[in-house]
């Protein structure tokens, strides 16, 4: 799949599904004397909402709560997510439970740190509706339909398929370590050395706290940045869309854009922030007095209130100049994608050049994300002006 970053801007995530799977052509469900040699379980934490397809009888479903699926001949079962092959399953392991290792053919304690196996590991983990594998990984309906085209699971292929899917990437250490845990296996650790009582030198083994790549200052910052960045738009849209209502005019492109989308985007920031465990006191624009945002809901946080100087100028002046009518509103939304737009464009070369591809598959997200409403800002202000946002001038337009 060599998609254009860009074109699946608008392809993007919820039904769950429970029991044996969802069948979507008649085959005979397993009896009580035969279920327990007719049913295996995907596992990666329970994989729930994966597609399957029984080779030998021509049935097809999905997997339940506990990654459960059924065949009538447990042998060359196929899984999909969407039109993605993930493999093919050639017969069941004796214990029944099927792992991304299996799928590629490899051993699973062995190849536990395989290239491929960790990335397709992160890319299940990443597919999991509430970004939470602790409890089980569900897979969305709507990222199942975002990658519809059918092709064979390519590991290079990681961050377009974020990017189609429109979902944040955990990192490959995190999702190896979870991989470990679901296996069995004990985590990745390193060794520590610290002064005993007696002043001797001691050594022990513990799991590392963050990824064991480090993030360079610049990239720090712009996680800081994002974080301040994304919470300005979800402020701005709610608090125009009040003052707006308040007058008698709905605006509703602003509460659907920051109800709807922003709230994950700031969650997703959030993730990465607590998963590299940065501390804020690193990063010189923040103003440390006012630092509350990493551990918030959007609703909770203090509104229109930001840690960077240059967010909390950009608010004042686009709330300001929103305030004064629909058209101003609208073209204030155009404004914020495109600061938005330009960031995340600048901030996704340092995480290549870091090759920290969990940030650059979240950022790679949200600049998708930054694209649509992009365009939904433009179609409406083209009820006022013909060029849409382009009307503001050469800096605020984008080519379409």
Known sequence: MKHSIFVATSLIASLYIVGCGNTTTDHTTPTTSNVSENIGYFIDAAVENLDYECLDDHTKGTTGKDGNFTCQHMQNIRFKVGGITLGELKSLPSDKKVFPQDLLGVSREGNISNENVVVMAQFLQSLD?????????????????????????????????????????????????????????????????????????????????IPPSSLSPRLKEALAYMGNEERLAYDIYMNLYSYHSSKGTTITQLANIAQNSETRHISWVQALVKSYEIDTKEISRINQSIVSSYNMSPSSMPSGIYDIAEIQSLYNSLYSQGKSSKQAALEVGCMVEVVDIRDLEKYIVYAKEDNANDIEGTFTALLNGSYSHYNSFDRALKAYVDNGCCSLGSQWCLSQ
């Open 129 to 209: 509706s509430d970004h939470n594998v602790s409890n089980g990984i569900y897979i969305d309906d709507k990222a199942k339909e975002a990658l519809d085209e059918e092709e064979n699971f390519d590991p290079d292929e990681i961050l377009v398929y974020a990017s189609i899917a429109d979902i944040p990437l955990v990192s490959e250490f995190q999702a190896e370590q979870h991989l470990r845990e679901s296996i069995g296996l004990p985590k990745k650790t390193i060794q520590t050395t610290h002064t005993g009582p007696n002043g001797d030198k001691e050594s022990q083994e513990q799991e590392p706290s």
